[in-house]
């Protein structure tokens, strides 16, 4: 069965302080790697997707890297408004998105 | 639109009264995609829509689940008979094209639905 999981399931960092979320997957024939950033009341935003392993994206204070079982997304030097909820996302070989149950991420100035 | 847009953001019914809930994708997307999102929880698939053929509705909970995109644009899902574990947070999404390994997703900000 094709599952994603993400850890931790919260994280409270002081501004500054980098750190790194991981994303597990079992995704039959992966055909692409999503991180979406949610804000409380809203829809899931989109950050980068991956397709192959070593494959690495950035964004501002984001960084994505994949490998061929898991996903990493670096905060660096985060600030408070990078406090949301980071959901990654697997596409599988029926073109089906398994997301996983989030990162929920506080940042204290 | 610029993004993709839902009404009501918020719905009160009582338990056995039907819904529907509504959703306007971005213009021009072909794909238009119904997800479930229970607080705490990743959004989970119910139903795949390419233009205003049904592809896939596996992820439908029971048959008081219906969808339809009757032409290829606004979609509405509807839900008879609420029962309370119906609530959760209803989000629609749309993709440019037919593949999702391609294109993203783009989200709207969901229907809250509550049922009491």
């Known amino acids: 069965e094709d599952q994603v999981t993400q850890s931790p399931e919260a994280l409270r960092l002081q501004e500054g302080e980098s750190s790194s979320l991981n994303c597990s997957y079992t995704?039959?024939?992966?055909?692409?790697l999503f991180w979406y950033r949610q804000d409380p009341g809203k829809g899931p935003e989109f950050l980068f997707t991956?397709?192959?392993a070593g494959e690495e994206k950035e964004k501002e204070r984001l960084k994505a890297t994949l490998t061929k079982k898991e996903s990493f997304l670096h905060i660096t030097a985060p600030k408070p408004e990078d406090s949301a909820t980071y959901l990654c996302?697997?596409?599988?070989?029926?073109?089906?998105?398994?997301f996983g149950t989030g990162t929920r991420l506080q940042v204290f100035p | 639109g610029a993004g993709v847009s839902q009404s009501p953001r918020y719905k009160v019914a009582k338990r056995g009264q039907d819904v529907a809930l509504r959703c306007d994708p971005i213009?021009?997307?072909?794909?238009l995609f119904w997800y479930q999102q229970a607080l705490g929880q990743g959004p989970e698939f119910l139903t795949y829509?390419?233009?205003?053929?049904?592809?896939?509705k596996s992820g439908l909970p029971s048959d008081r689940f219906f969808a339809e995109r009757p032409e290829g644009s606004v979609s509405t899902l509807k839900i008879q008979r609420t029962q309370q574990e119906d609530s959760a947070v209803y989000l629609c999404?749309?993709?440019?094209?037919?593949?999702?390994?391609?294109?993203?997703?783009?989200f709207g900000n969901g229907t809250r639905l509550t049922v009491t």
């Open positions: 995704v039959s024939g992966l055909r692409g």
């Open positions: 999404a749309s993709s440019l094209d037919g593949t999702l390994g391609n294109s993203p997703l783009h």
């Open positions: 213009s021009g997307h072909v794909s």
């Open positions: 991956l397709y192959s």
């Open positions: 829509f390419q233009n205003e053929a049904q592809l896939d």
């Open positions: 996302a697997g596409v599988n070989n029926t073109d089906k998105l398994i």
